[in-house]
Structure formats: structure tokens, C-alpha cells
């Protein structure tokens, strides 16, 4: 179904494209201009409560399904969306703002999320186990936990909804997801996907809405046994309150200010590759992004100079050109938060070494100078394209400032020195260290989260048979 064959997009319920009741639609906007992209029924607690019942209905025979109907359905899933590549890299370039490089990595991504789950399904087991009685048979086995919310956001929306949906199918469980307000339309089509590949109907739900009015009710509907959402960290505070209420089952990938470390014995031309990398994929609208870069002092001015001239050629041209880097900001909310940054920065004595400006939508990728504790952009998350770059006269100074913050998601260093290399991983409080390579590293099987206010728990092919299953523990006495 192309955008153009109906006017109104529908919920995804139940295998079928469901109107709100009430009639309520929003619009949803191309952020390179504002422009009307789609418009989408707007869903309530009506259609939330509809979605999870129809989710926990077909629980009910889909926790049954054999493991050769899950991993065709799930290997179908990931062949159709590499055939249909060309529509969802057009989706994410004109419903999320991506660049064409961005949108082809994250399309690439998603199928190779989908497939990695395919690995899941046989690794759903448990083992036997040693009894303290004669004639016990001891042993566990993991079952699904039921219906799983999934709250995306809209940086990565197809990567987070393959990557979710996918685990959760791959356990057994069913999934309601909500979309951000910004991308509903990519996770619609996902869901269809889903549904071509095989997958029964209510094994994948899609509700649209606004996540602060609706997100609640899916939170706490009694048949969600397991949360799982990735946005900011306020959000997801409110989100485990809730799920500690509820006793339920939640995983949280929040917010970052990821710090990248440069000592002098690094090799300057992948420093700076992976400082321009790590900061500006998706104009800086990424958790991990390196928004805090400190740089030892003898390699320091050679940096800057290097750096600024990088950062000053980034292509903002048309989407769809290979070459252009950045894009546009997602939406009004999020622009003036970036404004605000730099221009506290700016009235408090930070340095604009290059960038600052706007055009349109678009903000120049900037690289700040002197930046102060006093200023909103030393400690806070700006999601965008600012990045602060600081001088630091050896590694315990980087690992000071570096653990001088309230997040702790991913981090980095460059360095030829393996004893500094590792001790900078052991002693940076974050839940992911990467050694001369950039903070924006993800993969399917990996254990993906923070510490502190970056999240709670983790993402992953084994760290979801974790969060999506439930051991159990059986014992049989056998007659001698």
C-alpha cells in the first residue's frame, strides 16, 4: 500500500487498518520544510486497549507456534524488507529527515536485526539442574512473558522497531508498538511487512498518537507483562514508576552525553574520521553521538585545525545526494532546544570555532570552544549538531571529565597505547567503550544500554531472551 492510496493512515489492529473512534487525525510533517507528509489517525486509550487485547488473544496460539514457523516467518520479514529497501530508505528520508547515506545504514541495519533474531528462537531453552533429593528430575525452561510495549522514537525508527518486534516475535511474545509522533508512518508499513512475511494477525500492533497522552495507558494496561522504550530520560523515569507499580518487566534506553577521548599518541586521521562520525550521523540526533570530545594537548591545535575544516565541509545539500551529511532537525520543540544551547554558550563566553548558523531547518554543524559548567550544553543533551571540544593534559584528567556527568551510555577513545586503551574502558562509567572507534557502534547481538541516567537494562539478541522470557523451574519426582 503506497502513502497515496488512502487519505487517512489507520491503526495497525488485528491485521486490519483500524480509524480511531472518535475520528481524530494529526498531521505528520516532512521536517525539511514543514510540509504535510501524511495524515494518520490519531489513537486514545480506546484504541491502546483495543491493540492489547488483540495482542493478548493471539498470544495465546502464537506462544505455541513452532520454531520453523517463527524463523521462516522472521527470515520472510528480512528478505521483504530488503526488497522493499527503496520504500523505507523514501520514508526515512521524508518522514524522519534523513540523509540518504543514514537512511540506506539504517534499512541495511534493520535487516540484519531481523535475521540475528532468527538466531534467538532455538536459544529460547533451559537446562537441567543437580537436586538435593534421590529421584528428582530438576530443570527450567524459559517461557514468553506475553505482551510486550514497544515505545520507539524518531531518530532510528526502523532500527528500534525491527530490532524490538523482531526479539519479541522471536521469544513468542506479541507487541503493541507506539511510535513516535514524528515517524508513525514507518512503523505502519514495518508492521504490514510483518504481516506479509506470515506473522498471524495481532501478533504486531501499531497505535499512532502522541506518546504523552496515550503512552500511560499502554504502560500500565494489566495484560502488558513487559516495557521496553527508548527516548528521553524524564520519560523513561516516569515509565519505570509506572512499571515498579505494576511489578512489570521494563528495559530503557534514554539519553546520552557521551564523552570521546583523543591522547596524543592516537592516530589523527582516524580521530578525527570518528569525532566527525560519531557527532554529526543524523545531525547529532542520535543518543550516542561523542557531544563531549577531549583531546590531549600536545595533538590538540593540530586537532582543531583538522577538525574545523572537516566539520565546515559536512554537505547539506538535497537528501537524496550521497554526499550531503546533515539534515534537517526534527521539529520545532527540538530547534529551539538547540538555539538555546548555543546561544547560552555564546552569552556565557563559549567559542563558536565553526558553524552556529541555521538554514531553515537545518542547523550548521557547530563546534563549541571554553565551554563552562555554567552553560546548559556542558551537561545536558542538546540532540543536535553542537559538539563541545576540550583541552585535557593526560588520561586521568579525560577520565575525570569524562565521568563527570549524569549519563553513561557509550564512550570512546583513541589511543596506540593498549594499557591506556583499557584502563580508560575499565574506569569510564558508561555500559559501552569502544577503543579507536567512534561512540555510534551498534550490532544485533550485543548487550546495547547505559548506566546512570542513559537507561536501565539492556537490548540485544541475548540480553532480550532475558527481558522477554520468564524462567521457570520444574521438578518431576520420579518412582523408584
Known sequence: MNIAEQQTLGHWINGEW??????????????????????????????????????????QSYRNTSVN?????????????????????????????????????????????IRAAIGMVRRVSGETLPSDYPGRLSLTWREPRGVVAVITPFNVPLIKASRLCANALATGSTVVLLPSEHTPVIALKFAQLLNYAGFPPGTVNVVAGNGYKIGDSLVTHPLVKSVTFTGSTVVGKHIQELCAKGNKHVTLELGGKNPLVILDDASLQ?????????????????????????????IYPKFIEIYKGAVAKLGRGELRDPDTIIGPIISDRQRERIRRHISDAQEKGAEVLVG????????????LLNVSEDMECFAEETFGPVVSVYVIDDLDQALAAANNSRYGLSSAIYTSDINAALRYAKSVEAGMVHINGPSITDEAHVPFGGVGDSGFGREGTEADIDALTELKWVTVQMNS
Open 69 to 113: 514457523d517463527r524463523e521462516a516467518w522472521l527470515a520472510r520479514a528480512a528478505a521483504l524488507l530488503e526488497e522493499r529497501r527503496g520504500e523505507f530508505v523514501d520514508l526515512l528520508i521524508d518522514e524522519a529527515g534523513s540523509t540518504f547515506t543514514k537512511a540506506q545504514f539504517e534499512t541495511g541495519k534493520a535487516v540484519s536485526f
Open 270 to 298: 582516524d580521530a578525527v574520521q570518528g569525532a566527525v562520525r560519531g557527532m554529526f550521523m543524523h545531525q547529532g540526533q542520535a543518543c550516542i553521538s561523542s557531544s563531549r570530545i577531549y583531546v590531549q594537548k600536545g
Open 356 to 367: 552556529g548558523d541555521w538554514d531553515g531547518n537545518r542547523c550548521e554543524p557547530t563546534v
Open 18 to 59: 483500524l480509524s480511531s473512534q472518535d475520528r481524530g487525525t494529526f498531521t505528520v510533517h516532512n521536517p525539511v520544510d514543514d510540509s504535510a507528509f501524511a495524515e494518520v489517525a490519531e489513537g486514545s486509550a480506546a484504541e491502546i486497549n483495543m491493540a492489547v487485547e488483540a495482542a493478548h488473544e493471539s498470544f
